[in-house]
């Protein structure tokens, strides 16, 4: 069985995959508590499908980008569930995510852009067509990326002044997280985050001389 979850964007999606279809999902409508619905995701996604941890064979999670916090707690819940069942864990950018999904459901076709918030007035930011991805992801400032091209992702509907032309979904789904890697539609990355920048706390720097 693989187990699919993403953190990533402000709420989390989980979903397990039996090798021919997705048997169960979770997703919490509750913004910026990943640490707290990311584990009972999994419990429930578990139960409803009358498995065990034990049962997992491989994990798939999104790698971003996204905000620190929110990455950092399921890459550190992917690497330490592999490691504790001895099971490779698979990571996707998440905007592909977003991309697979908006053209299985029609909601694109040709050339599209996929942006996400990346707070601080920027989106995260990547180019598409039906092949695949062909340029990004990148943080950049709306403005600067004003495009008459169908948008998917939250970032074109917090900045439809840059991005008229918004279309679904807003958020990766876990669903199809799972169709990625069972058909590996786009590249399988290390579970390394993809921060594109440097998170806002930071080590405080080695204190100054007192001459």
């Not at 400032?141 to 807003?170: C, E, I, K, M, W």
Request: proline share 9%; with cysteine; glycine share 10%.
């Amino acid at each position: 069985m693989l187990l699919a979850f993403d953190t990533a964007t402000p709420h989390v999606t989980v979903a397990l995959h039996d090798g021919e279809r997705v048997v169960a999902t979770y997703s919490s409508a509750q913004a910026m508590r990943h640490g707290e619905n990311l584990g009972p995701g999994i419990a429930q996604v578990l139960a409803e499908a009358g498995a065990i941890s034990r049962d997992v064979t491989a994990i798939a999670v999104g790698v971003g980008p996204g905000p620190f916090t929110g990455l950092r707690v399921g890459l550190v819940t992917a690497r330490t569930m592999a490691l504790a069942l001895g099971i490779p864990v698979y990571g996707v950018c998440s905007l592909d995510v977003l991309a697979v999904e908006a053209v299985a459901t029609g909601a694109v076709s040709g050339d599209f852009a996929v942006a996400t918030d990346a707070r601080r007035k920027e989106v995260y930011l990547a180019a598409y067509d039906g092949a695949g991805r062909l340029s990004g992801p990148e943080v950049v400032r709306p403005a600067d990326a004003a495009s008459p091209l169908p948008v998917v992702g939250q970032g074109a509907v917090l900045y439809p002044g840059a991005f008229p032309n918004a279309v679904g979904p807003t958020a990766p789904s876990a669903a199809v997280l799972c169709e990625v890697v069972v058909g590996e539609r786009y590249e399988l990355l290390d579970p390394e985050p993809l921060y594109l920048r440097r998170p806002d706390a930071v080590a405080p720097g080695r204190p100054k001389r007192v001459s």
